[in-house]
């Protein structure tokens, strides 16, 4: 029977590469077979695929039979756990010339040694030893049983081309060293479509690396100029930081062009430092992760067109593992060795945090310089503040070693006209540097943006300058109750540099020493408290039953939590109304003993006042109930302002107020009248004696004569200023948890509607013809006012009290 002339012509082919039809013959059939009667496969590139097939088979006759049947026993074992399939084939050193590339055909890779990959079955392709790939093996992309133009592909289902063993024995090598030497490889992906090698490498016939050549940092570089990623370390937190997805390690950047081939869950490495396997690597084609004693990293890479990144990352998250944590110094130094060498900068004494500070203080000149001139001209405070600095520009020469804290606030999409350079000078400068953050960004703040807009600040503090007293400035400017008060109360001064007196805010009234305040559960006897009542008093109980109503006739609180619109007309009027104010004597009236230390003088009087009673603890109601308004605090938005008429500091709401609402409590130490006299009185300007009971109860004893005092520890009611006659706040005696008539809560209640951004007031009782006593310029704006009217009025408060 006449040959089959494709047959005819593949043993044509074959002979004039010198391969005889005998040595043909078997490897066809076995290709026919492979191939499923695929002709054009077998025949594409010149019977390319033929001619390293029977290669191949020689050089499996070539080994003995012993010592090849032992190898391929461990091979097989170790491939059959790893891999299910072989690659058929990998280009030979000295071969090339044996199979003409077919200029058509030929991979851009691979100059034209691209062969492609049949259906593989390991019985059918016993001769593809491991021991030649050991040998000479290349780095060979995936073949495929495809179109075998030129292109690399995965095979299907049937034709799978996994990377060999052997290969993944190498990278597993070659990962292990450069784990120590802290440098991570990207495997190249394996897509379809995608050229695998370098445009380096194109034009070589394939990248060949001896199984045990040592795989070093060094070799790597060398083969890959055109890319100016100098140095990089990532460690294994950066994966699960999104960073490893970042170029900057790879040394195969053709795959960098592209997205990530994986998500960073299929790293080489991983999150545990632990090496995956494999079959994983092989998956992922993601860059390596390496792990390494130092948890903090330096990321230097740079683009051809010149720009440069830095990246200085601290891993705090020293509990996970034995991480040592690098000191500030120790990073800097690192930083400072790694710039030399990358970008080889030659002076010594090169440094990166003068560089830093160079840059900083160049922008604060440059900003200074440019703001002088506008600033004068405007000669107000613009909302674009601030630029400040702690110390003499000496101070930052420390090397960073004594820890500044640079910190740059800085907003660039509102063009602002920044404020002169200011050099601060202990707390003061660096409270005023918060307040004016506050002042000119605050959200509260009613001029500008409430959304911190307009700044566009550098503040430069030296850290070893901070007291405890600094911080605590810095931070109460967006909350000065520290936490105490279930809501934040911000403080703003949008019309000087002046800054928040220090004091201790407290939520509750202290008391400072002799002052005789029991709580005592003992000393509250039932007829002081409802325990009868359950839930809300106000919802399940007539005042009658409610034995906390009982004082009063009738609960104060309305079910919305406002005060009783009666009680309140009642309460102003017994304020305001000089017809309704009563005035009561004691017989021995424990101020005017105070005052004039031992001289008993007559008591002036004492206004008679309503009082709230409140539930408490020992009382069968909830917390939630309607007659519990002040015991569960401030819950308007409040805000400490500098008042621009002259009155100091003042305190507004920030949202409006219905009438009768519960503001704040009057909050400080408690001290006793004498106590009170002996802190010199006339400094303080936040004292409220408390005596509302003094008639009727006929207080003697000097530590019940109580006074509260919010000079040094008080909370936001220490700022509420004096309005005469028509103030929107009226004060009120609460009791609370003691029945002790001597001691009781001050709380303040709006006497109106009150309007957002409204100042608070409420009326002092002052006298301001008394010169002796409460000095100060009534500016409260009244028309009422009694002091632009000198009017005969009698002031209650603790200095001048009714004279
Ligand atoms: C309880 S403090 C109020 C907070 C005070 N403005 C501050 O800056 O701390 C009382 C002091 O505020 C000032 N003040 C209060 N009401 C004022 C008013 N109507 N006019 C002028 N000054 C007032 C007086 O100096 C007074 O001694």
């Given amino acids: 029977m006449a040959p089959d002339p494709r047959v005819a012509r593949a043993f044509k082919a074959m002979k004039a590469i010198g391969i005889t039809e ?6 066809l059939k076995k ?15 010149n019977y390319r695929v033929l001619a390293d097939a029977i290669f191949d088979e020689e050089d499996d006759a070539k080994v003995s039979d012993q010592k090849k049947s032992k190898i391929d026993e461990e091979n097989y074992e170790e491939e059959a756990q790893e891999e299910p399939l072989r690659p058929l084939k990998r280009l030979r050193r000295g071969q090339e010339s044996r199979v003409p590339p077919s200029p058509s055909n030929s991979s851009p890779s691979l100059g034209g040694a691209l062969l492609k990959m049949p259906k593989v079955e390991d019985d059918e392709l016993p001769a593809t030893s491991s021991q030649h790939q050991s040998q000479d093996s290349v780095k060979s992309p995936r073949l495929s049983a495809g179109n075998g133009r030129g292109e690399i592909q995965r095979l299907g289902n049937k034709g799978k081309a996994p990377v060999s063993a052997h290969v993944a024995s190498t990278e597993n090598r070659c990962i292990r060293k450069r784990s120590s030497q802290a440098l991570s490889i990207r495997e190249p992906a394996v897509e379809s479509g995608i050229p695998l090698l370098t445009k380096k490498m194109s034009g070589t016939r394939a990248l060949i690396i001896p199984k045990d050549e040592p795989f070093t940092d060094d070799m790597l570089i060398d083969n890959r100029p055109q890319y100016e990623v100098p140095i990089a370390v990532i460690h294994p937190d950066s994966i699960s930081n999104g960073v490893s997805s970042s170029c900057n390690v790879s040394l195969e950047e053709q795959v960098c062009e592209g997205p990530p081939a994986s998500s960073n869950l299929n790293g080489q490495y991983r999150v545990d430092g632990v090496p995956a396997s494999s079959s994983e690597r092989r998956s992922s084609n993601e860059l390596t992760i390496v792990p390494e004693k130092n948890p903090s990293s330096l990321e230097i890479a740079s683009s051809p067109m010149g720009e440069v990144k830095i990246l200085l990352s601290c891993n705090s998250d020293v509990g996970r593992s034995n991480f040592h944590m690098p000191s500030i110094d120790e990073l800097r130094q690192s930083m400072e060795e790694r710039c030399l060498r990358s970008y080889k900068i030659i002076d010594p004494s090169f440094s990166v945090m003068n560089l830093l500070q160079n840059v900083c203080e160049c922008f604060l000149e440059l900003t200074t310089n440019s703001s002088c001139e506008s600033q004068e001209r405007l000669g107000t405070v613009t909302p674009c503040d601030l630029l400040t600095k702690s110390t003499a520009p000496d101070a930052l020469h420390n090397g960073g070693s004594k820890g500044n804290i640079y910190t740059c606030f800085a907003d660039v999409a509102t063009p602002q006209v920044p404020r002169p350079l200011q050099f601060l000078n202990g707390l003061n400068d660096l409270v005023g540097t918060s307040e004016d953050m506050v002042a000119n960004g605050s959200p509260m703040s009613d001029k500008g943006d409430p959304e911190f807009s307009g700044s566009c600040s550098l503040a430069l503090v030296t850290q070893c300058q901070l007291t405890p007293d600094d911080l605590r400035a810095i931070h109460d400017v967006k909350n000065i109750t520290k936490g105490e ?241 028509d103030a929107n706040l009226i004060e009120i005696p609460v009791e609370i948890e003691s029945p002790e008539h001597h001691y009781y809560h001050l709380a303040f209640f709006t006497t109106r509607e009150v ?29 009422f006012c009694r002091n632009m009217k000198r009017s005969n009025s009698k002031c209650f408060c603790i200095y001048c009290y009714g004279t």
Wanted: one cysteine or more.
């Fill in 22 to 27: 005998i040595k043909v013959k078997p490897v």
């Fill in 31 to 45: 290709l026919l077979r492979l191939y499923e009667k695929n002709w054009e496969l077998i025949e594409e590139e």
């Fill in 485 to 725: 008060e279930r809501v934040e109360i911000s403080w703003v001064n949008e019309v000087n540099h002046e800054r928040l007196p220090t004091f201790y805010y407290i939520a509750q009234n202290l008391v400072y020493q002799n002052a005789s305040v029991n709580f005592t559960l003992s000393q509250i006897g039932a007829e002081h408290c409802c325990s009868d009542c359950f839930g809300n008093c106000l919802a399940t109980t007539s005042a009658i039953a409610c034995a906390c109503a009982r004082q009063t006739g009738k609960f104060v609180y309305t079910l919305e939590g406002l005060l009783d619109e009666e009680f309140l007309a009642e309460c102003v009027s017994i304020t305001r109304d000089p017809q309704q104010q009563c005035l009561l004597n004691c017989r021995d009236c424990p101020l005017e003993r105070s005052k004039n230390e031992g001289i008993l003088e007559p008591c002036k009087g004492h206004l008679e006042r309503s009082i709230i009673r409140e539930c408490w603890s020992k009382c069968g109601c909830y917390k939630q109930c309607g007659n519990r308004v002040v015991q569960r605090g401030i819950n308007s938005k409040l805000q400490v302002f500098f008042t621009p008429e002259g009155k100091g500091w003042g305190l507004r709401t920030l949202e409006k107020l219905p009438k009768g609402a519960f503001v704040c409590e009057f909050v400080g130490e408690i001290v006793t009248t004498k106590e009170l006299y002996d802190r010199n009185t006339k400094k303080h300007n936040c004292p409220v004696l408390l005596d509302a009971y003094w008639v009727s109860k006929g207080v003697s004893k000097e530590e019940e004569a109580l006074c509260l005092d919010a000079t040094n520890f008080g909370n936001v009611a220490r700022f509420l200023n004096h309005r005469c006659f």
């Fill in 755 to 783: 309007d957002a951004l409204e100042e608070l007031t409420w009326d002092y009782g002052v006298d301001f013809d008394d010169h002796d006593q409460m000095s100060f310029q009534c500016q409260c704006g009244s028309k």
